[in-house]
């Protein structure tokens, strides 16, 4: 690992115990596997606190530990809990999220699938009330609810606790019922211009989303692209935006845009390194 990574993840190693499982999360995922000793080096702290935070990343199904090493479990054939997504790369949500809400007018009707990115979006608005939006995530549905007066439809359907999102035939059925301005979702991964997700449910609402809404709009951090999962709900022409973060290197970039995708770089103001 570059010494720069090193530094910033033994950085957040002494920050607390939430900042410091992401950061574990993110060295494994970046490596493959990883050893415990490896993991007390990189963040400062004892052993006994590094188990104690793998027991807690392995229920939220991130990672698991096999003949002494620890090995990333969200892959193409699985998805981490909802919740610790919600903070995993949150800065680059956050940045894609901000410059996707600008496509959102006042009174326009909003589709917003089980993707963390959805809350993140709804944190960029400066007014929730003045739209309504449709979903089948209930972290997105909890964050509507703290705005009173706002407008809300959940979808029903059966109960996934690992997305805390309803899925379906019934959700399905009930977006499909509905049309909406504006969908904005996410992918685990991005191979070969099209967009994949691990599961057969998760894609099933995706896809009615996107049958039932006037402009669509995907939201992708730099970490999904290169990455290919199950099954594959769309090819990245498909959507009126695509928006990234700006660590999406620029041959990327040009190379979306030359095969016909309409892709946005949401910039992120950063200090400058000038003396």
């Known amino acids: ?28 995922i ?3 596997s990883v050893s415990v000793e ?52 949150s800065a680059e949500k956050q940045q894609v999220a901000a410059e996707a809400s600008k496509l959102v007018t006042s009174g326009c009707s909003l589709m917003l699938d089980d993707s963390t990115s959805g809350v ?31 407008k809300l439809i959940v979808t029903g359907g059966e109960y996934q606790a690992w997305a805390h999102s309803l899925m379906g035939p019934v959700a399905a059925h009930t977006i499909r019922s509905m049309h909406a301005d504006l969908c904005f ?8 211009m099209g967009c994949y997700h691990p599961y057969q449910e998760v894609v099933e609402v995706k896809r ?6 006037e402009t669509r709009v995907l939201l992708l951090d730099h970490t999904k692209f290169n990455r290919r999962a199950l099954f594959k709900f769309a ?26 995708v309409a892709v946005t770089v949401a910039r992120l103001d950063r200090p400058s390194t000038a003396s």
């Open 1 to 28: 690992m570059p010494s720069s990574a090193t530094e910033q993840t033994s950085r957040r190693g002494q920050e607390g115990p939430r900042s410091r499982q992401l950061a574990i999360a993110e060295t494994v």
């Open 30 to 32: 970046r490596n493959g």
């Open 38 to 89: 490896e993991l007390v080096t990189l963040t400062g702290v004892s052993a006994m606190t590094i188990y104690r935070d793998l027991s807690v990343l392995e229920d939220s199904g991130v990672l698991t530990r096999h003949r002494g090493q620890v090995v990333a479990v969200a892959s193409g054939l699985h998805e981490a809990d909802a919740g610790f997504r919600l903070e995993q790369s």
């Open 120 to 150: 993140w979006l709804l944190r960029s608005l400066p007014d929730v009330t003045n739209v309504t939006v449709v979903t089948n995530s209930l972290l997105v549905a909890d964050e509507v609810a703290t705005f009173r007066g706002a």
């Open 185 to 192: 979702v996410s992918a685990s991964g991005i191979f070969e």
């Open 208 to 213: 009615a989303m996107l049958e039932s809404a």
């Open 235 to 260: 090819d990245l022409q498909e959507f009126d935006h695509v928006v990234v973060d700006d660590e999406v290197s620029p041959a990327m970039v040009a190379h979306l845009e030359e095969t016909g």
